[in-house]
């Protein structure tokens, strides 16, 4: 089992349409979760974070977890155009081990 | 806040040849991480400090790849004896301790 999963895609959706975007973990321990944007041939960005159970909001993003599942997503409210690209999850190992591991990333494309 | 600056940007070398990349991290940033993307996958951890300890280094890393974070401020990364599965993204990213990453723009390895 990889330690951090996602679908790699590519999720298509409508402009204006809510995206969402899934990502599972292994490492019950963990307490921080982070989602972050990549463009082609750049570097990844952070868009989000979130520590606690449930829902955090900013702007058109929020992100949603559920550590009981070992499960976080990110939806994307009036997707645009310039929304398309990679998304990745990155997961805190807990304890000692404090690498942040990420996913294979998710490619969304926004369709005009 | 100048951000994470890596140097060079691109690298072309031939196989067999030793390369070294430098990553001047966020100057309040005590964590310096290094991964490796390559196209279509997610950043994979390489090796991560904090100030100027090696905390962990991934099993999949051979012997060929060292890095150091002399004094707790920037960090090389070397590769001796370059193969052509090294060719990939180098990125490096800094944070404080349980905190999102910040990348810097990443050097792209092409050994010939």
């Known amino acids: 089992q990889k330690e951090v999963e996602q679908n790699s895609g590519p999720l298509s959706v409508p402009e204006g349409a809510i995206a969402s975007l899934n990502c599972t973990y292994s490492?019950?321990?963990?307490?921080?979760f982070f989602w972050y944007r990549q463009y082609s041939g750049k570097s990844p960005e952070l868009i989000m974070f979130?520590?606690?159970?449930g829902d955090k909001e900013d702007g058109r993003f929020t992100a949603q977890l559920n550590k009981a599942s070992q499960y976080v997503s990110l939806l994307i409210r009036d997707s645009q155009p310039s929304d398309s690209a990679t998304y990745l999850c990155?997961?805190?190992?807990?304890?000692?081990?404090?690498?942040?591991?990420f996913g294979t990333g998710t490619k969304l494309q926004v369709i005009p | 806040d100048t951000g994470v600056s890596q140097n060079p940007r691109h690298k072309i070398t031939k196989r067999g040849q030793n390369v070294t990349f430098r990553c001047d991290p966020i100057?309040?940033?005590?964590?310096l991480y290094w991964y490796r993307q390559t196209l279509g996958q997610g950043p994979e951890f390489l090796t991560y400090?904090?100030?100027?300890?090696?905390?962990?280094k991934s099993r999949l890393l051979s012997d060929r790849f060292s890095a150091e974070r002399p004094k707790g401020s920037f960090s090389t990364l070397e590769i001796q004896r370059t193969e052509q599965g090294d060719s990939a993204m180098y990125l490096c990213?800094?944070?404080?301790?349980?905190?999102?990453?910040?990348f810097g723009n990443g050097t792209r390895l092409t050994v010939t």
């Open positions: 990213a800094s944070s404080p301790p349980e905190s999102p990453l910040h």
């Open positions: 490492d019950r321990g963990s307490q921080s």
């Open positions: 979130i520590y606690s159970n």
């Open positions: 990155a997961v805190y190992g807990h304890g000692g081990y404090q690498k942040v591991t």
């Open positions: 100057s309040e940033h005590n964590r």
């Open positions: 400090f904090q100030n100027e300890a090696q905390l962990e």
